[in-house]
């Protein structure tokens, strides 16, 4: 059974910084592309940072230079450092899988900015 679990949500002040975890199971973790999406009411769920299994990242421009995505593929575990933080950060922030056709998503961790 395939399980990805997020932690490291919360609440924090405009500027302020976080690190979500994602920790997986069930799956040959090394061999997987990495994302954290992110999604807010009424809105659709948008990418915000992807590492491939060889490590080569990207990220949505509202977040480049705030947000590093990283991996620890002997914990099994993608991390998403986030600095910064403004207002319009906060969402619900999801872990994501993708092996070709294969996805799986965590559950989702609340990120709330505010002052």
């Known amino acids: 059974q395939v399980q990805l679990v997020e932690s490291g949500g919360g609440l924090v002040q405009p500027g302020g910084s976080l690190r979500l975890s994602c920790a997986a199971s069930?799956?040959?973790?090394?061999?997987?592309?990495m994302r954290w999406y992110r999604q807010t009411p009424g809105k659709e769920r948008e990418l915000v940072a992807a590492?491939?299994?060889?490590?080569?990242?990207n990220y949505a421009d509202s977040v480049k230079g705030r947000f590093t995505i990283s991996r620890d593929n002997a914990k099994n575990t993608v991390y998403l450092q986030m600095n910064s933080l403004k207002a319009e950060d906060t969402a619900v922030y999801y872990c994501?899988?993708?092996?070709?056709?294969?996805?799986?998503w965590g559950q989702g961790t609340q990120v709330t900015i505010s002052s």
């Open positions: 069930g799956i040959i973790f090394n061999i997987y592309d």
């Open positions: 994501h899988a993708k092996l070709g056709s294969r996805a799986y």
């Open positions: 590492i491939t299994s060889g490590g080569s990242t």
